[in-house]
């Protein structure tokens, strides 16, 4: 689920603490002071509503319906919110009144709903119980326990595996879902593109065009020109329609991928992942850091427990959870500790679900390329408007002067002599060929050409292993030029097995069984765990569940005869602390139910953190030993030797501890801290994490592309040195000391200017801890670099929010990671870190294509009929044809060009500049060659096309120019055709490659053609069109084809390195800097 509020929240580099961020205090963001005044210029992250309104109110959109249909709705979002603080204050007032009866001793009244059939509670008791937080009542009951028993439930076991059983139990008590707002159906879409503010103009012109022209021609012959506008018009909206229907449906699937998180649930004793969906009353989950409540329920046990219930009730405190305050809200995240919960209400039995139905879901978000491309649009949009303006000025004073020839020597206007109605007809025609350059001129459809391309690369990504949270990332990741990657699980298979071992001073793997250290090893890795072990009743093989490191302790535990039952059953405990990422270490608390007066405290963790802590060690006879500086050494020595070996080393620790020192009262138990001092080492254990057999070949790959890959990692800075070596993120003749290889303290314990000195060299961070990443990801930001990160931890959530581009881990990430990520990593696997970083350059690549073939379709079209009528009068492309060109350039060709699939070539490549500017010097140089060879063509072919074609009038007045006019159309036509295929590589000279991997681009091309053949030899009466015979539609194709050469010629060319815009940029600063001179030189 994604955030209850999405208001713009600032993360401030070096100004918002690690605890601020987990609390939800922000601090506006330095870098929002010193963004461009463009107000088409946003940040890719936590723009602030103000920037937003800007850009919209300065853009040029005839049909602002469809041109903001991907963008974030900002009514509906106050809306959202208005709705969001109305469902928390009911929720407060509910169980406000609650309170006020338990205080004024009014008795409850008695629920008259019965209990679902076979079951002991109704759902409604459930339900108030924990909307409630009803103690009184959960007591009067008998506790979580008795709730339990009521639902047929195993507080320990969890529910039955049994169809039948889950089936009953989802008729009794309900599914985990909640009513989605209907998509829209493709009548909405149509709808909307019918709101074009040029095309219900043109079907005004169509209809008066119909009314003039049956009025004096009859129904026979008079319907042609209104009809073919008004079909022109129809068949553009059909097509819009349809393109922006399935965008709609593949951003629908996306969205259902995001709801699906999968959680792990325990039934019949086993552990094992289901969907959220498929969570039923009186399911047993296990909660560990990070996870989000996935329903209403209550607490079964829990450890150090603290859960941010910010999600519900506003405030940003972590609440603590225990025996006297139970009751967990779905939505809510788990902030510290681990426990287990028992499902007491799913779906709209819940606060969270009701908050779902109650407010929809906006699934726009503007990216900063489709603002920018607002911004381009906005630009031509005016220029258009200009050149429709000017031309129809000119065409109507030509008209009315008559200047306007029907034929060679009659005009069009004769006053006092033209019918009304033709006059009015021949000013509808002028009108309609106005507002058809205005359609073609103002490119609607660019913006929405990075939905399509966004929507096309989002569901590939999908098959590629990577789920999409954030449409901007998409566009970001193609300027990454770093990568800050974890080591375990990304780099590496996350299949860890313990392969060396150090137990009681000696090396032997698995121990024995004999030993003292043996039995305390068994204890300590059977309590202070997070993960289990089932063993089925009717024999089979033993599950171990857990994180991977966890599942190969355990896993070694099982070699030397460890029973995880017993074990557990043999003590309970007292306290813990939950392992965290920070400290590197987690510990527990034990008391021994046989000998009640013996306290056990166990300390698991980075080896030689717990190693520092020992003041001795456990020797093979059971005899603790004083750890002399030459044993430490000793002991120092083996970790070193298995880091060397790309282990990593996990050390293992207990001390006793005096009952009478330990509070008994639960509230001071609570906030008591376990010692970790005076500790005796029990073991040093080498876990093996094998590198993934790709990641050499995509380290390399990003290397090549200019995007350097810098390894996070919690290990120590052997192992760190030994996996980076093998990945090829260090060369083996690269220097490997300080500060490539830096331990996170030392980079913490630098000052901000030292850390931007030192941070490009850095390749390998060691024993990091979530704030040394934090520090790396503001200091590389701070260098202009373009920082991607990955994190599966909670306490990665900073590092993910500040970065870029935030990756979490699907598999190993914790729903807080998720959430605070850009994109998620659905296979753990660098590779896929990389297929992003393609997929996200081609995202830039296919919009810089759309634009150069659509910018010289613009210039052309626009120059040709602005040329022609001014000097002549007349236009060679009327509405109709201009309506057809502007469908082939605007969404064919967005179809076409958009959808192109990633190249090796984009990974040759530097990565895109952050304010590198949309038109490249590059396309400049390709848009304009091609433009202008298409006027220089067709204006010949315009006012000399009748001489070089030798084309006479024959027996029917004004053939001669109704057939040149066809032959500049089709030319133009095959023009843009072949110019398609320049535009798929514009730096290339060879247009042809990969074009058997795009069968959309081959079908659009064909599908252009057949259509362009109907238009010209069937539809004559419709397009004004007449019939070529095969020599002119031979010309035409080679008009078209020419443009090939050209652009091969053109590609040698070269072009600076510097943009075009900064020299211009350059000279207006000029004049600005010298006009004060110059007025104070005069003064």
């Known amino acids: 689920m994604s955030n209850i509020s999405r208001t713009p929240r600032m993360f401030s580099p070096g100004r918002t603490s690690l605890d601020d961020y987990q609390k939800g205090i922000f601090v506006d963001d330095e870098e929002e002071k010193t963004m461009s005044t463009d107000v088409f210029d946003i940040p890719n992250k936590k723009a602030p509503l103000e920037r937003l309104k800007k850009w919209r109110q300065a853009t040029l959109a005839l049909n602002a319906t469809r041109r903001f249909r991907y963008t974030l709705n900002l009514k509906r979002e106050e809306q959202r919110e208005e709705t969001i603080s109305k469902i928390r204050a009911h929720a407060q007032a509910v169980r406000a009144a609650h309170r006020f009866k338990q205080i004024g001793g009014e008795k409850k009244k008695e629920d008259d709903d019965k209990p679902p059939e076979g079951f002991g509670i109704s759902a409604v008791k459930l339900a108030q119980l924990v909307r409630d937080k009803d103690f009184d009542s959960l007591q009067q009951i008998g506790g979580v326990k008795e709730v339990a028993k009521l639902l047929h439930t195993d507080a320990d076991k969890g529910i039955k595996e049994n169809p039948e059983e889950l089936l009953c139990r989802r008729n009794a008590y309900g599914e985990n879902t909640y009513p989605q707002k209907a998509a829209r159906n493709f009548f909405v879409f149509l709808w909307e593109a019918c709101q074009d503010t040029t095309l219900i103009i043109l079907m005004i012109c169509a209809a008066l065009s119909l009314g003039f022209q049956i009025k004096t021609e009859g129904i026979k012959e008079g319907w042609y020109d209104g009809g073919s506008i008004a079909f022109a018009v129809i068949l553009v909206i059909f097509v819009t329609a349809i393109s922006d229907y399935r965008q709609s449906l ?72 225990d025996q006297k305050n139970p009751f967990l809200m779905s ?8 426990g287990t919960m028992l499902v007491t209400g799913v779906g709209l039995n819940t606060e969270w679900g009701v908050l779902m139905a109650s407010i929809s879901e906006d699934n726009g978000e503007e990216t900063p390329l489709q603002v920018r491309l607002n911004g381009v649009a906005t630009f031509i949009g005016k220029v258009g408007l200009t050149v429709a303006v000017v031309v129809l000025i000119v065409l109507l004073i030509r008209y009315f002067t008559g200047h306007t020839e029907e034929t060679a020597d ?93 137990v009681a001073g000696e090396m032997n793997l698995p121990p024995e069984s004999t030993s003292v250290a043996h039995n305390l090893l068994k204890e300590g890795i059977s309590q202070n765990t997070t993960g289990s072990i089932f063993k089925p009743e009717g024999g089979g093989q033993t599950e171990v569940t857990g994180s991977p490191t966890e599942k190969a302790i355990l896993s070694w535990a099982l070699e030397f005869g460890m029973n995880f039952d017993e074990e557990k059953s043999k003590s309970s405990i007292l306290q813990v602390v939950t392992f965290n990422s920070e400290k590197k270490r987690g510990g527990v608390a034990l008391k021994k139910l046989q000998s009640p007066s013996e306290v056990h405290i166990h300390w698991k963790g980075a080896a030689e953190i717990i190693l520092d802590l020992c003041s001795s060690w456990m020797d093979s006879s059971g005899v603790v030993q004083n750890m002399s500086p030459s044993k ?28 009478e020192s330990i509070p008994r009262e639960e509230v001071q138990l609570e906030s008591w801290e376990i010692p970790e001092d005076n500790l005796t080492l029990l073991a040093i254990v080498g876990i093996k994490d094998p590198c993934r057999p790709s990641v050499k070949e995509a380290v390399n790959l990003c290397q090549n592309a200019g995007v350097k890959v810098r390894m996070v990692t919690g290990d120590n800075i052997y192992t760190a040195r030994a996996i980076a070596l093998e990945c090829d993120i260090l060369k083996s003749d690269q220097s490997i000391e300080m500060p490539t290889v830096i331990e996170g303290k030392d980079f913490r314990a630098l000052t901000e200017e030292e850390r931007n000195k030192i941070v490009d060299k850095i390749c ?21 670099e373009v920082v991607a990160v990955t994190g599966d931890g909670t306490n990665d959530a900073p590092a993910l929010h500040e970065a870029d581009i935030g990756l979490s881990m699907g598999i190993q990430g914790t729903e807080v990671a998720k959430e605070s990520s850009d994109i998620i990593i659905l296979d753990d696997n660098f590779s896929s870190v990389v297929k992003v970083v393609r997929w996200g350059r081609s995202v830039y690549a296919n919009i810089q294509k759309f634009i150069q073939f659509q910018l010289t379709v613009n210039v052309a079209a626009l120059t040709i009929n602005f040329v022609a009528a001014i000097s002549s009068g007349n236009v060679p492309l009327n509405a109709v044809q201009l309506l057809w060109v502007n469908l082939i350039m605007d969404t064919l060709g967005a179809l076409a060009l958009a959808t192109e699939p990633p190249t090796d070539h984009l990974m040759h490549r530097p990565p895109v500049g952050r304010r590198e500017p949309l038109i490249t010097n590059i396309m400049w140089r390709n848009l304009i060659a091609q433009a202008i060879y298409q006027i220089i063509v067709l204006l010949t072919l315009t006012f000399k096309g009748k001489d070089i074609l030798n084309l006479k009038d024959g027996n029917v007045a004004g053939h001669a120019d109704k057939l040149r006019n066809t032959i500049i159309f089709n030319a133009f036509v095959f023009c843009q055709i072949f110019n398609e295929f320049n535009a798929r590589k514009p730096d290339q000279k060879n247009i042809f490659r990969g074009l058997h991997k795009n069968r959309l681009f081959i079908g659009i091309i064909c599908m252009t053609l057949i259509l362009q053949v109907i238009i010209v030899e ?66």
């Not at 080591?487 to 150090?502: H, S």
């Not at 002991?635 to 080393?649: N, V």
């Not at 035409?1036 to 050469?1045: A, T």
Request: charged share 25%; with cysteine; proline share 4%.
């Open 764 to 784: 390998v961070m060691a024993r990091s801890s979530p704030t040394d990443k934090l520090l790396l990801v503001q200091a590389l930001k701070r260098n202009g």
């Open 1018 to 1083: 069937f539809l004559k009466k419709f397009a004004k069109t007449t019939q070529l015979n095969p020599k002119q539609w031979i010309l035409c194709i080679v008009i078209g084809f020419l443009s090939w050469p050209i652009a091969a010629v053109v590609k040698c060319i070269p072009v600076p390195e510097r943009p075009f815009a900064d020299y211009l940029r350059k000279k207006s600063k000029r004049k600005e800097s010298s006009a004060p001179g110059e007025a104070s030189a005069d003064h």
């Open 410 to 502: 009659t005009s069009k206007f004769k006053a006092g002599k033209t019918k009304f109605g033709d006059a009015m007809n021949g000013v509808v025609e002028i009108f309609a060929i106005a507002v058809t350059i205005v359609v073609v001129a103002v490119p609607e459809g660019l913006p929405l050409a990075v939905t399509l391309t966004l929507a096309y690369s989002m569901r590939k990504m999908m098959r590629d292993k990577a789920l999409v949270r954030r449409l901007s990332a998409c566009e970001t990741m193609g300027s990454a030029t770093t990568i800050c990657s974890d080591k375990t699980g990304t780099l590496t298979l996350n299949q860890m097995t313990v392969v060396k071992a150090c």
């Open 250 to 321: 593949q951003f629908q699937n996306l969205n259902e991928e995001k709801r699906n998180i999968q959680l792990q649930v325990i039934r019949g004793g086993r552990r094992f992942k289901v969907s959220i969906f498929d969570l039923l009353v009186g399911d047993v989950l296990p909660l560990n850091i990070g996870d989000q409540v996935p329903a209403d329920g209550i607490l079964i046990e829990g450890h150090s427990l603290s859960i941010d219930e910010s999600s519900m009730t506003g405030e940003s405190k972590f609440v603590h959870k």
């Open 632 to 659: 430490s050494d000793e002991f120092k020595t083996t970790i070193e030797g298995m880091a060397a070996a790309s282990l990593r080393c996990v050390a293992f620790a207990y001390r006793t501890y005096d009952t």
């Open 331 to 338: 939505g809510c995240k788990v902030a510290d500790g681990y």
